[in-house]
């Protein structure tokens, strides 16, 4: 049978009518990763072992009648920045290639709590892009590769996570964002990326870039996907001072009303004219559910300002030991060598100023997106980059759009990104919606009424067939 | 150079280090006008503070850097210093603590 492109739900189906098994699951991804991963650099470590051993525990309890929800049995990779047991966990970056950890991170430690069976750790660029990347080739497993077209990028910095579920070699990917790195993938590798409101998700286990941005969430082929997968990894962690809990049971909600959804000004202007028709286009799929306020502007605060010194500064901290012993000189990109070194000219008052001035800004923003169910606006303003031109020579035409991602990621608050089409090189572009803390119901809500209307999900990159 | 595009100017260097997609996402608001090119940064001579930082960096790690480096790492100091000037437009009291709280720590009896 061809599972590579179905749904954690519809697999999760087949287990439950005994017509596979988890281990035939298992097996069935570990084969596709290993041979289709090197295709796409999307793989770092298979964990043959690990998985072999959870799936005959899932296929044991299955039979005896113990189910343990939507993800028993079902495979999984994540971005190689969670530590796992018994394996390496490199955050991408050559100089912790060989780094290895006594325990989980809580987030597998859930997943496998789930009866998710974890079938492999997945590329990353070097250190989570903190060093100040621009090119693809950032990564000592080389440029992640869109599986729509390889001669493209896969979008970081969890890169591995939106080529592996896009090419359908895992149901599901744990990746990260401190500011873009699950939303960018999902849209350059046509997957749903669900970005949760910051200390939903314990980030105890994962790699730290700024402690105060960084955000796990799920990359899948579907917005109710995520929503399975966010609902199993949220919740207050005694390991991570920064995490809640949230009721989410929002997310299984059908809809019920008329949204009210916020455009961004300039959202669609100055930007890939395949990129602003998608976006519309989806727009008009939903137009009757949908009350669309044009031209809304965010309070005018220093968004960039802000997250700047906030990440150059807890980056610089959560590296210090690669900057102290230079051990920088060794990651992929020239750029991220000596990118680290000028936050070392940051001084802490400026820091905490950053961190003060986020105060107001949070309040500001709430009372902003308080107006709305959610902004929608094009993930990305055009489709991904080619993977030998640096960023910014990629589409140097490209000069609009409304900047939502920087904002949003400074103050936490979570956003979705579904694919809706596709644009120049028959790359995918991406929709994303935007709301207040913890409304992640509404987020999945919105994308699952708009992937029940659309197909554009369950399209298959032709390179990753077979 | 006005405001406003002083103001994005600003931010844009001040990312460069630390956050390619905020670089974008500021680059995308920068006004163009209609049917032109993008324009390349043109190239300032950093600040002397800018400079002094990057001395300061470099008598850190003396035997680290190239030239090319230290002129990198330069510039890169010039745009946060930039970026240092929005954050203190933005008005504040001295009740306007950061957004993190420090608990205290009691271990077990």
């Known amino acids: ?466 | 150079m006005d405001a406003i595009s002083r103001r994005a100017f600003a931010e844009q260097l001040a990312l460069a280090a630390a956050a390619p997609w905020f670089l974008e996402e500021v680059r995308a608001q920068t006004p163009q006008p209609p049917g032109s090119k993008p324009q390349a940064q043109q190239p300032q001579e950093p600040s002397a503070l800018a400079k002094a930082l990057a001395e300061g960096v470099r008598l850190r790690y003396p035997d680290r850097f190239t030239a090319d480096d230290l002129a990198a790492i330069t510039r890169s100091i010039e745009g946060r210093l930039r970026a240092i000037e929005r954050l203190y437009q933005t008005s504040l009291t001295n009740a306007d603590e950061p957004d993190f709280v420090y608990a205290v720590y009691r271990g077990a009896d």
Not at chain 1, 33 to 61: H, Q, S
Not at chain 1, 219 to 224: K, P, S, W
Not at chain 1, 334 to 352: C, I, K, M
Request: with cysteine.
């Open chain 1, 1 to 466: 049978m061809d599972f590579a492109f179905l749904s954690v739900v519809e697999l999760g189906r087949l287990l439950r009518q005994k017509k596979t098994s988890a281990t035939e699951l298992a097996t069935y991804f570990l084969d596709r990763l290993e041979r289709l991963g090197p295709k796409f650099n999307a793989v770092v470590t298979i964990t043959r072992e690990r998985a072999v051993v959870e799936a005959a525990a899932a296929d044991r309890e299955i039979r005896a009648g113990k189910w343990r929800g939507p993800l028993h049995g079902i495979p999984y990779g994540v971005k190689d920045l969670l530590a796992t047991k018994d394996y390496p966990t490199t955050w991408g970056a050559e100089p912790y290639r060989q780094q290895k950890f006594d325990s989980d991170a809580t987030v597998i430690g859930r997943l496998g709590a789930a009866g998710a069976v974890l079938v492999g750790k997945l590329a990353m660029v070097e250190l989570a892009g903190g060093m100040g990347y621009n090119q693809a080739n950032a990564s000592f497993t080389g440029p992640g590769k869109t599986p729509w077209n390889p001669d493209y990028w896969s979008g970081g910095s969890s890169s591995g996570p939106g080529a592996a579920v896009a090419a359908g070699l895992v149901p599901f990917a744990i990746g990260s964002e401190t500011s873009g790195s699950i939303l960018t993938p999902a849209a350059y590798c046509g997957v749903t990326g669900l970005r949760p409101t910051y200390g939903l998700v314990s980030r105890h286990g994962a790699m730290a870039l700024a402690w105060t941005m960084d955000k796990l969430g799920p990359l899948g082929r579907t917005a109710e996907d995520c929503g399975i997968v966010l609902f199993h990894i949220a919740g207050k962690d005694p390991k991570d001072p920064s995490s809640v809990d949230r009721d989410l049971k929002g997310m299984a909600d059908a809809p019920t009303k008329r949204y009210r959804i916020g455009i961004p000004k300039g959202a669609d202007k100055d930007i890939q004219a395949e990129v602003a028709a998608n976006f519309r286009a989806a727009l008009k799929v939903l137009e009757d559910r949908l009350e669309i306020v044009e031209d809304v502007e965010l309070p005018d605060l220093p968004y960039g300002a802000v997250a700047g010194m906030i990440i150059a500064a807890e980056g610089a901290s959560a590296f210090d030991d690669l900057l102290k012993d230079g051990r920088l000189s060794q990651l992929t990109a020239p750029e991220d060598r000596t990118g680290g070194y000028p936050a070392l000219a940051v001084s802490a008052p400026d820091y905490l100023r950053a961190l003060r001035v986020r105060r107001p800004m949070q309040r500001a923003l709430d009372d902003f997106l308080k107006k709305f169910d959610a902004l929608a606006v094009p993930t990305r303003t055009a489709v991904s980059t080619p993977i030998d031109k640096s960023f910014r020579e990629g589409w140097p035409g490209v000069t609009g759009g409304a900047n939502v991602i920087g904002p949003t990621n400074v103050v936490g608050v979570p956003a979705i990104s579904v694919p809706n089409g596709f644009g120049v090189q028959n790359l995918p572009t991406g929709l994303s919606f935007t709301a207040r803390a913890f409304d992640e119901g509404k987020l999945v809500t919105l994308a699952r009424l708009y992937q029940s209307r659309t197909d554009w999900h369950t399209r298959r990159p032709p390179a990753a067939i077979g």
